[in-house]
């Protein structure tokens, strides 16, 4: 029964990748907006119900995968070793290189300048990266208020919880913008690299300085 499961499992994890794959390719091609999700159905040899089994709506054809990154990010500052901060931890993570971003071939390299390109043209799909931010905090907001071992709702923890995700969303920004102006990948890789550290130290140190010299 288990071996049956597994291999149920396998084929779903293989559907839904098949389709994401498809409408990628698509979106890059053509725009979000201009393709339908009977066209990315057609094209995945699949029916229109079953993109809809997987995908509820077609930008989780594109952001599918940020719901695990949440539950990593959430993991790491959780689970962080004893005496380590949520910043350091929060930074540690953060700093690390996923994806396409993390390999280094020219496949790769045209990959993500497609995907940047498709995703800043389309408003439907910056709108659902706010969206998509915006959780992010509230979830982190809730963790360090409960480690912190303060109220729902407080202010301290909701502000660490902004600060922090608008790091993340600040290189995500940053990236973006070089990736559009023809950075190669491992001097992007530096540069984002740089910027998320300087950025975590202004953190670490605080912003009463900031401005006053």
Do not use: C
């Not at 979106?27 to 393709?35: D, K, N, S, T, W």
């Not at 949520?86 to 790769?108: C, Y």
């Not at 670490?204 to 010299?213: H, I, N, P, Q």
């Amino acid at each position: 029964m288990s071996q049956e499961l597994g291999l149920r499992e396998r084929k779903k994890q293989a559907t839904r990748q098949l389709i994401a794959d498809t409408a990628r390719r698509l979106f890059v091609e053509r725009g979000f907006e201009r393709v339908r999700i009977a066209e990315i159905a057609r094209a995945a040899d699949v029916s229109e119900q079953t993109v809809f089994n997987y995908f509820h709506t077609k930008e989780d054809l594109v952001y599918w995968r940020l719901e695990s990154f949440e539950d990593e990010l959430l993991a790491a500052v959780r689970e962080r070793a004893p005496g380590e901060s949520f910043l350091a931890a929060f930074g540690r993570f953060v700093l690390q290189q996923r994806g396409l971003l993390a390999e280094r071939n020219p496949e790769a390299a045209r990959q993500l300048e497609g995907v940047t390109r498709m995703i800043s043209e389309s408003p439907a799909l910056l709108a659902r990266e706010e969206q998509v931010f915006d959780r992010y905090t509230e979830s982190l907001s809730s963790l360090i208020a409960e480690q912190a071992g303060a109220e729902p709702g407080d202010v301290q923890a909701s502000v660490a919880a902004n600060a922090l995700i608008g790091v993340h969303r600040s290189l995500v920004h940053y990236t973006r913008a070089r990736i559009l102006a023809g950075v190669p990948p491992p001097r992007l890789a530096r540069d984002v690299r740089r910027q998320g550290e300087r950025a975590l130290a202004l953190l670490e140190r605080g912003l009463g300085d900031l401005g006053a010299g």
